[in-house]
């Protein structure tokens, strides 16, 4: 029998029965459902709106249903729809009729809007944990390369030396703003729906400031029928989502290349990596690969909410229901990816000698042999044109900038001296660049701070 069947004259088809029914997913929140509900039946006691004696009683059964469900000795019902009638539903089976009063001066719009709000503020919180512990991750071997050079890439191609501190904390910058992003949506989400009702709030004197005090909410919605009808904040948190997922799949993308036997930058520990059940010399990046896949499937999720929600009347429609499964799957796949790839990258080994050579091999310091000219005098563009030159004699010679000979360099330009080799000294590049955000030494010591220190504030 249904919560709502006094209206009606047929039981509902049984397919429909089944279509309508959210409980295999929306159970999830079956805690937040409840501790909203003990909110609510506490309010109305305290209000007057039903007796204290009945608020109590209701308070102490749904206490008892939180402790079943989670011990495994309440089972929910594809019958009773979803996660709010079917807490109800196991509610007066228990106490009765006083069980029929909790649902005074409420709907489940906002009910749900309230669960949904209080859940992914849960999983926000476990969100920006994990995010801590990869960037203390990238601090953790930041510090242990700041002095390992190796060559910076644009269009993948060697560009410029800097170090592998400097390149992974570029990571930690972006994973920061994730952070920063997460914290945003929190204040977002963390507003009180309930006492929306329907759409139209309710008659009944409640007081909605004492359930968002109950519930820890710092503020209640002040529209009834926006308080039920937008998901904006769903939308948010997918959207955040996919940016964090975008920074690791980037970073995904290049573990991947380093870990090949053509770059050769890094070796994955065994427990991070997996073989192939044909070719026995395979050790294949899995984890960084699939968390590069799982970036589309956030994406797509993200694209599922925005499109669900793009031409929806005012107030609540059946169509807000799809917003769960997009959201716990983007949220669980998030979760995953940033668990596993924290250990991944942790335990990963960087391969210094590799990176150096790489970097020797690339002409990284052509802009830097065109800086010592211009410190000794010559306009840029025309010692950018001497370094393309020479660069070009190297090619034609096999040889690197450092190999040639003062009497090769002068060849070309006679303003070469001695001192041209500690200019165009590899770590002499990278530790002459200490403008901030650069990549010396003291640059990158400062940016491991910032790290340390954002590290320390939201712990
Ligand atoms: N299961 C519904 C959802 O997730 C709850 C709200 C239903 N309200 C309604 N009037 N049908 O959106």
């Given at each position: 029998m249904k919560l709502w069947q006094g209206r009606f004259k047929k039981d509902v088809d049984s397919r429909v029965n089944d279509f309508n029914s959210s409980i295999s997913f929306d159970g999830r929140m079956y805690r937040q459902d409840i501790t909203g509900s003990i909110a609510h039946a506490t309010m109305l006691g305290e209000c007057g709106i039903i007796e204290k004696s009945e608020s109590d009683k209701i308070v102490a059964a749904l206490t008892e249903i939180l402790s079943d469900i989670e011990d495994g000795k309440q089972e929910f019902s594809?019958?009773?729809?979803d996660i709010h009638m079917n807490i109800e539903t196991i509610l007066t089976s228990r106490?009765?009729?006083?069980?029929?009063?909790?649902?005074?001066?409420?709907?489940r719009n906002d009910q749900v809007a309230l669960d949904i709000r209080m859940y992914l503020l849960d999983e926000i919180k476990v969100i920006k944990k994990r995010v801590l512990e990869l960037l203390a991750a990238i601090s953790d071997k930041a510090k242990l390369h700041t002095d390992t050079v190796m060559a910076g890439y644009t269009h993948l191609q060697r560009a410029q030396p800097v170090t592998f501190a400097h390149y992974i904390l570029a990571y930690a910058q972006m994973l920061m703003r994730d952070y920063d992003r997460l914290c945003d949506t929190e204040r977002r989400t963390a507003v009180m729906p309930l006492g929306s009702g329907a759409l139209a709030?309710?008659?009944?004197?409640?007081?909605r400031e004492r359930v968002a005090e109950l519930l820890g909410f710092p503020k209640v919605t002040e529209n009834s029928i926006d308080g039920v009808s937008d998901r904006d904040f769903v939308l948010e948190l997918s959207s955040d989502l996919s940016l964090l997922m975008m920074h690791m799949s980037r970073f995904s993308e290049e573990i991947i290349l380093w870990c090949s036997s053509e770059f050769g930058f890094i070796e994955l520990d065994d427990a991070f990596s997996t073989g192939s059940s044909i070719m026995p010399q395979k050790k294949n990046p899995d984890v960084a690969e699939l968390v590069r896949g799982k970036t589309g499937r956030v994406y797509g999720d993200m694209m599922a909410l925005y499109s669900m929600m793009k031409?929806?009347?005012?107030?609540?429609?059946?169509?807000?229901?799809?917003?769960k499964e997009a959201i716990f799957d983007a949220i669980d796949n998030t979760l995953i990816c940033l668990e596993v790839f924290t250990s991944m990258f942790a335990t990963m080994t960087v391969r210094a000698d590799r990176l150096r050579r790489a970097a020797a091999q690339g002409f990284i310091n052509a802009t830097d042999l065109a800086d010592y000219l211009v410190k000794k005098g010559m306009p840029f563009r025309d010692a950018y044109k001497v370094s393309g030159t020479l660069v070009a004699y190297c090619i034609d010679n096999s040889k690197?900038?450092?190999?040639?000979?003062v009497s090769e360099l002068r060849d070309v330009?006679?303003?070469?001296?001695?001192?041209v080799y500690e200019a165009i000294d590899l770590m002499n590049c990278v530790n002459g660049?200490?403008?901030?955000?650069?990549?010396a030494k003291e640059s990158v010591l400062y940016q491991i701070e910032i790290v340390d220190r954002f590290l320390e504030e939201n712990k």
């Open positions: 594809v019958d009773a729809e106490i009765g009729d006083t069980g029929k009063r909790l649902h005074t001066a409420r709907s709030s309710t008659t009944y004197p409640i007081n031409s929806l009347p005012l107030a609540y429609n059946k169509d807000m229901q799809e917003d690197t900038l450092e190999e040639l000979s330009c006679e303003i070469f001296d001695e001192d660049r200490k403008v901030r955000g650069g990549p």
